[in-house]
């Protein structure tokens, strides 16, 4: 009974340190968080025109593959507003409110298709980048990015004291990206993208308002209308078939991207491993995955690849999980199709040759042609490194104040003097040449002119050279 004592204190010690962790109930301001919620519902005025220019500067971001300025447009679109706002309604039963979001989603959904079809249809950058193609194919991990992402979202905006969630949340889910490639699919007439990239955004837009809704009940908001509970049951049962549904498709991709991925795993381990012959070269592979019929193509060159080794190459693929003849197979079916030349005839032989021949020279002179302008540039940036380190490593070297001493004893027609390294850039054969000068600046009282003053350059240069043992040393009278 001690024992027993004992685990049940210690449970319930145990209840009551996570609950003063996991705790989100203290600190939660419910009346302002519906007054914000509602706030950002409405896209009028300066808001709608937050979300056009924000649309531009996501599409752009997509066109030229930056995810920074994708960032950008996602930490300034007001698209969470109505999506909240649907969650919010929901919670509380707010008819009045879940219209007005649904209206202002709607009113948003179509400014941005509007405004990145447009930008798409004008722009001269038609390339799939990847940024855009990544918002193509949403899985069952977009789902759950979406869905936790909304509980951050409305337990941070739920607080009496604001936090900076709310953007992450934005850049986390991403809304405004699929928007944009939905309008890319609708300005190519590439439908594939638009349903993909829209369906994107709506599984985002009904994860984030369930996080939301799930949220309100749990910190019992208050609820501005009754509902009969025959009612509310019917209301759930609907409402998680839809979602089921929702995530179906998600679901289904996701799986096709799992096995995709283990299949071009596999079929890389099958080349390296068994497609490798002596007397012939691998020159390419091409992998392609199907539920149905996958395909790796394997292109040679050399000898000849016999049929026992096409069929034995055939026959390893189950090792590997490329057929159905595993249980742990990832594919129906594989069939691997090797592309060699069969022309054995000397004439053919003679023309590959020749071909082969004056295309290995092309490549050569190519390959000659862009080291040897690799070879000059690198050649100038050490020569000009080199200039530096030696300027550097001669600053503050120079001892002034000894030779000041010596020149003037030396030399009593000088008035005043300054030092300074001149750098020299001369031209041999085909490249710049640098070389630093040590150059002594000197001024000369006024009793020295005409020729006297090369007279006493010339003294006062030789004298230098021999002091510093540097037959670069120039004097120049100023």
Not at 143 to 158: D, H, Q, T
Request: with cysteine; net charge positive.
């Amino acid at each position: 009974m001690a024992k027993k004592s004992e685990l049940y204190h210690l449970t319930i010690a145990v209840r009551r340190f996570l609950r003063s962790i996991l705790n989100i109930k203290d600190g939660t301001d419910i009346e302002s968080t519906i007054a914000g919620i509602k706030r950002d519902i409405g896209f009028r005025g300066p808001t709608a025109w937050i979300l056009i220019f924000s649309i531009f500067i996501a599409s752009i971001g997509l066109n030229v593959n930056s995810t920074a300025v994708i960032i950008g447009a996602m930490l300034i679109s007001p698209l969470m507003g109505p999506i909240l706002g649907i969650g919010l309604s929901i919670g509380t039963n707010d008819i009045e409110t879940l219209i007005r979001s649904l209206k202002n989603l709607g009113i948003a959904v179509s400014i941005s298709l509007i405004t990145s079809t447009l930008y798409f249809m004008i722009t001269p950058l038609n390339i799939e980048q990847s940024e855009l193609l990544a918002r193509t194919e949403p899985t069952i991990l977009d789902v759950m990015v979406a869905l936790f992402g909304g509980f951050a979202g409305i337990v941070a905006g739920s607080r009496k004291e604001k936090t900076n969630v709310i953007p992450g949340v934005a850049i986390a889910t991403a809304l405004m990206p699929p928007l944009c490639t939905a309008g890319y699919g609708l300005a190519t007439m590439k439908m594939s993208y638009f349903l993909g990239a829209f369906y994107l955004f709506f599984i985002n837009s009904v994860f984030i308002s369930l996080a939301t809704f799930l949220v309100v009940r749990y910190l019992k908001f208050p609820v501005v209308s009754y509902i009969d509970p025959a009612r509310i049951k019917k209301y759930r049962n609907i409402s998680v078939s839809f979602l089921v549904l929702t995530i179906i498709p998600s679901a289904i991709i996701f799986y096709k991207v799992i096995q995709e991925t283990r299949f071009n795993i596999a079929s890389e381990n099958f080349i390296k491993e068994k497609a490798v012959f002596a007397g012939s070269e691998l020159i390419n592979k091409k992998i392609s995955y199907s539920d149905t019929l996958s395909t790796i193509d394997l292109y040679y060159i050399g000898q000849e690849i016999s049929d026992e080794k096409i069929g034995f190459l055939q026959n390893m693929l189950a090792n590997y999980g490329l057929s159905g003849q595993k249980h742990f197979s990832i594919t129906k079916k594989t069939q691997v199709r090797v592309h060699q030349d069969k022309d054995n005839s000397a004439a053919f032989e003679q023309k590959m040759a020749d071909l082969s021949s004056d295309l290995r020279l092309k490549i050569l002179e190519d390959i000659y042609a862009k080291n040897e302008q690799i070879v000059q540039d690198k050649e100038t940036k050490i020569r000009l490194l080199e200039q530096e380190v030696l300027r550097l490593s001669k600053r503050d070297t120079f001892p002034f104040q000894q030779i000041d001493t010596e020149l003037k004893f030396h030399f009593s027609n000088i008035d005043k003097f300054a030092f300074a390294e001149i750098t020299q850039l001369s031209s041999r054969k085909d490249s710049l040449v640098y070389d630093t000068i040590p150059t002594l600046l000197v001024n000369y009282k006024e009793s020295i002119v005409g020729s006297q003053v090369h007279e006493e350059n010339n003294k006062i240069n030789e004298w230098l050279r021999i002091r510093f043992n540097n037959p670069k040393i120039s004097v120049i009278n100023y």
